[in-house]
């Protein structure tokens, strides 16, 4: 498995692990929809795709950007406008799919709020998974775990 395969294999693994958890918050947050289910899918299914879209242009963008920062802060600072634009576009697709929902709004921002602080645990988890995997990778050099 060449590098390209092990990324497109990280994307599609954390993008399946992402849209169900998004899923599964909708259905917690908006329980009381009679159509709840059917549009928790959507909802998954819009994210996945505009995340997807978004996530491409978001890495061009700092690809781009030639500011001179250390690595870290730069990883650190992508990580926050990544999960910024990342919620905020979960919160209004949530409220657009389950905008006859008279607390809408509450519901959709706590979709967001919760899945900032989930979604950042399992993005780590599923990266020490993938880093304790060489599929892909011709070699790793050593480094403190």
Same mark, same amino acid.
Request: proline share 1%; net charge positive; hydrophobic share 45%.
């Given at each position: 498995?060449?590098?390209?395969?092990?990324?497109?294999?990280?994307?599609?693994? /954390?993008?399946?692990?992402?849209?169900?958890?998004? @899923?599964?918050?909708?259905?917690? @947050? @908006?329980?009381?929809?009679?159509?709840?289910?059917?549009?928790?899918? /959507?909802?998954?299914?819009?994210?996945?795709?505009?995340?997807?879209?978004?996530?491409?242009?978001?890495?061009?963008? /700092?690809?781009?950007?030639?500011?001179?920062?250390?690595?870290?802060?730069?990883?650190?600072?992508?990580?926050?406008? /990544?999960?910024?634009?990342?919620? =905020?576009?979960?919160?209004?697709?949530?409220?657009?799919? @389950?905008?006859?929902?008279?607390?809408?709004?509450?519901?959709?921002?706590?979709?967001?709020?919760?899945?900032?602080?989930?979604?950042? =645990?399992?993005?780590?988890?599923?990266?020490?998974?993938?880093?304790?995997?060489?599929?892909? =990778?011709?070699?790793?050099?050593?480094?403190?775990?």
């Amino acid at each position: 498995m060449d590098s390209r395969k092990r990324h497109i294999a990280k994307t599609i693994t /954390w993008r399946v692990i992402a849209s169900l958890t998004t @899923f599964i918050l909708t259905l917690i @947050f @908006f329980k009381e929809d009679p159509n709840a289910t059917q549009k928790a899918i /959507w909802v998954a299914v819009f994210e996945s795709t505009s995340k997807m879209i978004l996530y491409y242009y978001h890495e061009r963008i /700092w690809y781009l950007t030639k500011v001179k920062i250390r690595s870290s802060v730069r990883h650190l600072i992508k990580t926050v406008t /990544w999960r910024v634009i990342a919620s =905020l576009t979960t919160f209004i697709i949530a409220l657009i799919i @389950f905008k006859e929902d008279a607390q809408a709004m509450q519901k959709a921002s706590g979709i967001a709020i919760v899945e900032t602080f989930i979604k950042m =645990l399992l993005y780590y988890l599923h990266e020490r998974v993938w880093y304790k995997q060489n599929l892909g =990778l011709d070699q790793r050099k050593e480094k403190d775990e």
